[in-house]
């Protein structure tokens, strides 16, 4: 169904190394988000994608709404160690549910 | 601070209790949610408000009764749960529902023995 499924799990990097982590799913969506939770806090809404093809910056952060309609990826650039926490995708079709990825443990190594 | 304050932080309780959790929203948003977190599983949606109305309930256990005094605030009353209800207890809040910009709160982390 609308299950999302989010790669990698988790990622253990090296400060200033490139990141970058996607999700998929066997249905459409017409809306992705991407999500950040820091240890101890609720996500917070990084990036918000709403048009096929649509490729969009915040800082070090890009994302794009894949062309299927069907996933969607997530790049950090020159990590720093306060990128660390849990990467969540999420996505809606029309009025149904938002649907969430299990998440991507991020952990920066100074 | 993103403006929904949740509390207790921590909560452990036994299988017999009755403890409730709080969120709070002064943003001004009409829609308020619960979701639970368990590890490595994605967000699971418990309850949608719209105006103080339910809209939904996503098949959760009546052990789990939550309360929408106003549009403010919204309640989680918790009865005779289960170890495997132990989880990360998130409220969120949007300007409608069906907005895809929730905005969260830190979460009440529960544990059940």
């Known amino acids: 169904g609308q299950q999302l499924n989010q790669s990698p799990q988790s990622m253990f990097i090296q400060e200033g190394e490139d990141v970058s982590m996607n999700c998929t799913s066997s249905?459409?969506?017409?809306?992705w988000l991407w999500y950040k939770q820091d240890p101890g806090e609720g996500p917070v809404l990084l990036i918000a994608l709403y048009k096929a093809g649509e490729l969009t910056s915040n800082g070090r952060l890009t994302a794009q709404f894949g062309i299927t309609r069907k996933d969607s990826f997530l790049n950090i650039s020159a990590s720093i160690p306060s990128d660390v926490g849990i990467y969540f995708c999420a996505g809606r079709y029309n009025n149904n549910d938002m649907r969430f990825g299990a998440g991507t443990r991020l952990t920066v190594k100074p | 601070e993103t403006g929904v304050t949740q509390t207790p932080r921590h909560l452990v309780m036994g299988m017999t209790n009755k403890k409730s959790l709080k969120c709070e929203q002064h943003?001004?948003?009409?829609?308020m949610y619960w979701y639970k977190q368990s590890a490595k599983k994605p967000l699971e949606l418990m309850f949608v408000?719209?105006?103080?109305?339910?809209?939904e309930n996503n098949s959760v256990p009546s052990r789990f009764s939550p309360e929408c005094p106003n549009s403010s605030h919204l309640f989680l009353h918790l009865h005779t749960l289960q170890p495997e209800d132990s989880a990360l207890y998130l409220c969120a809040s949007s300007l409608r529902t069906g907005a895809n910009v929730l905005t969260f709160g830190a979460g009440s982390r529960l544990t059940v023995l």
């Open positions: 249905s459409i969506f017409n809306t």
């Open positions: 943003l001004g948003h009409n829609a």
């Open positions: 408000y719209s105006l103080e109305e339910r809209v």
